[in-house]
């Protein structure tokens, strides 16, 4: 038993998740556009059809410009708090609005949503665990600290996406305005690469067999940079970058056998995996 995990685009330029079983599946945010969340869905095998619900993390425009569109094309629930929604401007349609809050399980057939607060510049910003067949993935980005939720969840992952925004002395040396570094670098913005290798040094569980650095900034990060740094340390998980432009490959995490990574050939016949 196993849950099927994907980033379809990860950065400032959109962010959006894919988390599933054989039967059903979540996006946490909807970052990018509906035509091309379809598109990636449909090069990696995924069917739209076995998205059940949309989880809106917070109202930044990266996690929020494609939701109005696809949820309303496909009738898709859309889980967000109402000062979110309010801050975001979201003309979504009643009928598929459900709020939540901290800690309460929210299911989704066999999946299990807990949402929890974050530290971010936003109204009300959330992250989450996502449980089923005996697995559980993080979604953890956007974050300014490692509060203690924040590690209290993630000592419990079999895989996580895991935000690594910004390298300290990138960031420190480049053209970027005072404030906007300040924001950045502050308790409600970002996590830098040293503060998430840190959390994963000294906090990842046994069974953490994926890690998905997400997130990276453009201009304060390089994927070259943060793979190495992270590899030092990686031991038995397996260090994946999330893209800014692309979807990563489709990863099967199981409880018992850990890590699969589905061929291309695989995904293709998808109907039989999913």
């Not at 929020?64 to 696809?70: A, D, H, N, Q, R």
């Not at 989704?108 to 109204?123: N, Q, R, V, W, Y």
């Amino acid at each position: 038993m196993s849950l099927y995990i994907s980033s379809l685009n990860s950065g400032s330029n959109g962010n959006c998740y894919y988390i599933g079983n054989s039967n059903e599946a979540i996006l946490v945010d909807a970052g990018i556009s509906c035509r091309e969340t379809e598109k990636r869905l449909l090069r990696l095998g995924l069917e739209i059809a076995k998205v059940k619900a949309i989880f809106i993390s917070h109202e930044h425009s990266d996690h929020i410009k494609g939701v109005e569109t696809l949820s309303k094309k496909y009738r898709l629930p859309v889980y967000i708090t109402e000062k979110t929604q309010v801050s975001g401007k979201l003309m979504l349609e009643p009928a598929v609005v459900n709020s939540f809050t901290a800690h309460k399980k929210i299911k989704i057939g066999e999946l299990t949503i807990i949402p929890f607060s974050k530290m971010h510049d936003a109204a009300d910003p959330y992250s989450f665990t996502i449980q089923g067949n005996g697995v559980n993935i993080g979604v953890f980005t956007d974050i300014g600290t490692t509060c203690h939720q924040l590690v209290k969840h993630f000592k419990t992952c079999d895989a996580a996406f895991l935000e690594a925004n910004y390298c300290e002395k990138m960031l420190e040396n480049g053209n970027y305005p005072y404030y906007l570094k300040q924001r950045i670098s502050g308790e409600n913005g970002h996590l830098s690469n040293e503060q998430a290798l840190e959390l994963f040094v000294k906090h990842r569980a046994e069974s953490l067999s994926l890690l998905l650095l997400s997130h990276l900034s453009k201009n304060n990060n390089t994927p070259e940079l943060v793979s190495e740094l992270f590899n030092k340390h990686a031991n038995d998980t397996q260090i994946v970058i999330a893209s800014r432009d692309n979807e990563t490959a489709v990863f099967e995490i199981s409880a018992k056998n850990g890590l699969r990574q589905k061929p291309a050939k695989e995904r293709a016949g998808q109907l039989s995996l999913f």
